[in-house]
């Protein structure tokens, strides 16, 4: 059989579920599946989606796909769920999800959970969209549930970044203004049929007043959207359009800045890990936490002679 | 003047604000604070309170202060917020939430918004916790909002964890089961004079119902609260303390393990500073991005030659 590199370049659905798949499990494997794919990838233009849970944005990604798959364009998915531990569940819902595009090769649907400590999360995540850039996919759509750091790191690594909020979440827009204003390229209201969406919209609409836009510069629309039914997801894909037609030319910085913090999470990770693997004794690192449970030293002490023992 | 750690822990509320200025900064004269002072922590009990926005969580510390208060202990808090990346607007308030609490020298909160990379909010959080810990309150209360993998990092740092919830959120106790399942060691429905307040009880309990809790483990309660009047208060506090009496055997190992995560954490975040700093090139760092971005290299390579001249 074909390595898995090219399979995944060639597009085969289940070569690319296997590779995500290694990507996930921290799998060595993984890492150089990633090195042989790299020079393919940079095509796909990487949409995020975030916003509160219970804001609808599966149903808005999945309303999504059917317009970009109108259009001609293959998407791709990687839907992260950080507060999920439990894979099975993902898989379930990936299952139903993946009916509904059932026979559509130009379709892949992948959830991520929750995996390890120190970014891990977003990591697999940006890899995940390498293997479907590489893949061929034109569009990679990353959705993820909530607002905190984790979310707004993994939204950030996208080339467009979708907040989705809901009517009646005022007190939300409030408590999350500040972060929601410093990654939001597009806003949308969904659920904009139920009462208060206008409200909503006039809310977000205050917090732009704010700001100032100079002349040139980018200021987030707020598209209202039923992704029941559909309406308003032909307008979120024209203003998807829009940005990217406005912020090609400074696409290239916003790359390499999610480069750089790719590969300054890569370098922790392996790290930690060669000094755990290579430069402490077996049991050394455990005895060394018991010293510090007791009191007898502390992590700064213990950290400092652990670098100074793994550096030249 | 006295140095620093020493009027820390003499508990001087100027000390311990300029001390977590510093942790905040990441500023070298924080790590040696945390040094000096960590000989004389571990005798504070942390709480850990999250939920999503809007749950009412400012309000319900505030009431948690007072009763602590009444019971004659002394209380500190740190209030993260890490969709604020504007340190202004926590500042502000600080103010108005301090001032409920005006001319008490038992009390001390503090809030923190959103820095760096790697973990640098869950870190500074700790340190901040130490440094209250030090200056001898008796309760470190750690507040933060969201659900995401930092919130559940941050909390999961505590001794007991509080999930708060709100009535009619049913959407949100369905798309978070699994994280809070994982974390939550008392669940609080706070604003419970609302509508649908046992409708969202009896969706934990259902949740609850699903796992098996084994003679002698722990069955996280659900306390109903009102904490614009303080109604449940008490009975969270009672809650509280029975979770305390209860794992007060496991302590030592639950803290082993927020060690562990604490010291994993500040290696990577040193040996990536070290690997800047002294090991690449000025200007090295970033050809090697352009590179990737030119799709010359890839990510895993250039992390790979950089660990290798960096490490023994």
Not at 164 to 172: F, I, N, Q, W, Y
Not at 196 to 218: C, H, I, K, N, Y
Request: charged share 25%; no cysteine; aromatic share 4%.
């Amino acid at each position: 059989m074909a390595p898995l590199s090219d399979r995944v370049i060639a597009g085969d659905p289940r070569a690319i579920a296997r590779a995500i798949t290694l990507i996930e499990d921290e799998a060595p494997d993984g890492a150089d599946l990633v090195r042989r794919i790299f020079a393919r990838t940079g095509r796909a233009y990487l949409v995020g989606v975030t916003g509160a849970p219970g804001a609808g944005k599966s149903t808005l990604v999945d309303r999504l796909i059917v317009g970009v798959r109108k259009a001609g364009q293959t998407v791709g998915v990687v839907a992260v769920d950080p507060t999920s531990p439990f894979s099975g569940g993902a898989i379930l819902g990936d299952r139903v999800r993946m009916q509904a595009h059932a026979g559509d090769d130009g379709v892949f649907i992948r959830s991520m959970a929750t995996r390890g400590h120190l970014g891990g999360l977003a990591r697999a995540t940006g890899e995940a969209a390498l293997v479907l850039d590489a893949a061929g996919k034109d569009l990679v759509l990353i959705e993820t549930v909530g607002v905190g750091q984790d979310e707004v790191d993994i939204v950030r690594t996208a080339d467009v970044s979708i907040v989705t909020l809901v009517p009646g979440a005022g007190d939300d827009v409030q408590a999350l203004k500040a972060g929601i204003m410093e990654i939001a390229d597009i806003f949308v209201v969904n659920k904009a049929d139920r009462e208060g969406a206008d409200r909503t919209v006039a809310s977000v609409e205050a917090m732009l007043s704010l700001q100032t836009f100079p002349d040139g510069q980018w200021r987030p629309p707020i598209v209202k959207t039923e992704a029941t039914t559909g309406r308003g997801v032909a307008e979120l894909l024209a203003a998807i359009d829009r940005f990217r037609a406005h912020t090609a030319p400074a696409l290239g910085g916003r790359r390499k800045a999610r480069a750089e913090y790719r590969v300054r999470e890569l370098m922790a990770h392996r790290f930690v890990r060669h000094a755990e693997e290579r430069v402490l004794a077996t049991g050394e690192f455990d005895r060394l936490l018991d010293r510090i449970a007791a009191r007898e030293t502390d992590p700064y002490s213990v950290v400092d002679e652990i670098v100074k023992r793994t550096v030249r």
